[in-house]
């Protein structure tokens, strides 16, 4: 089962940022935060990784609370080719167990 | 920089019948995961090969089994097709305790897309 929990759909306007939030509250210490987007019928895109700094890439920022249970991936400026399936994911990175343990994830639409 | 690719794009089987599906890892990658994602649902792991070898399996039967060659492409194989099995199979590739920070970051093909009738 997944380890993470993600609100099943939300909307924002083209040109805001959108804030995707998951909680992740049976986080283990050395498992990280992992967020995937998926657009209609295609492969996963990696989108972005952390363990309990906030980390920024040249697609999105991710915010990890303190206490490493929730986190929050924002698209700065969100475009209409952002709409997808965003999935939060929390493994370990390396080794045996590296698998990535999908849920249903959240679906992001832009709006004009 | 070549990305994951994957064959077939698409293919239809009918029940009984057997598949094999390819992947080609990410340049510089020498780990494979293979995962079926059904309709509406998100990607359910599979199992995953390094050094040749199948590492660890998600709760699959049998009827699906890998192979991984020394050019670190990879095969997927699945016997006795049920209908059940109608799905996107996606491949990810990734670098056994290397990449930024030494994290095994995976990276996902484009998929295959079975259908079984």
């Known amino acids: 089962d997944a380890k993470t929990t993600q609100p099943p759909s939300m909307d924002c306007a083209e040109g805001r940022a959108a804030n995707l939030p998951c909680n992740h509250s049976?986080?283990?210490?050395?498992?990280?935060v992992y967020w995937y987007r998926q657009i209609h019928s295609q492969g996963p895109q990696y989108i972005i990784h952390g363990l309990k700094n906030n980390e920024t890439n040249e697609m999105a920022s991710l915010i990890i609370t303190e206490d490493r249970k929730s986190s929050t991936l924002i698209l700065p400026h969100a475009t209409l080719r952002d709409t997808a399936v965003y999935y939060c994911i929390v493994s370990v990175p390396t080794g045996a167990n590296s698998k990535l343990t999908f849920g249903k994830g959240i679906t992001l639409s832009v709006r004009p | 920089d070549a990305g994951v690719t994957q064959s077939p794009t698409h293919l239809i089987k009918t029940r009984g019948q057997q598949v094999t599906l390819r992947c080609s890892p990410k340049s510089g990658h020498d780990t494979v995961s293979w995962y079926q994602q059904a309709l509406g649902q998100g990607p359910q792991f599979i199992f995953q090969y390094y050094e040749e070898e199948e590492r660890q399996r998600g709760n699959f039967p049998d009827r699906f089994s890998g192979h991984q060659f020394p050019n670190y492409s990879s095969e997927l194989n699945v016997n006795a097709l049920l209908l059940g099995d109608s799905a996107l199979y996606l491949c990810?590739?990734?670098?056994?305790?290397?990449?930024?920070?030494?994290?095994?970051?995976?990276?996902f093909g484009p998929g295959t897309r079975l259908t079984v009738l």
């Open positions: 990810a590739s990734s670098l056994a305790g290397g990449g930024v920070g030494g994290l095994d970051t995976q990276y």
């Open positions: 049976t986080i283990s210490g050395n498992e990280y």
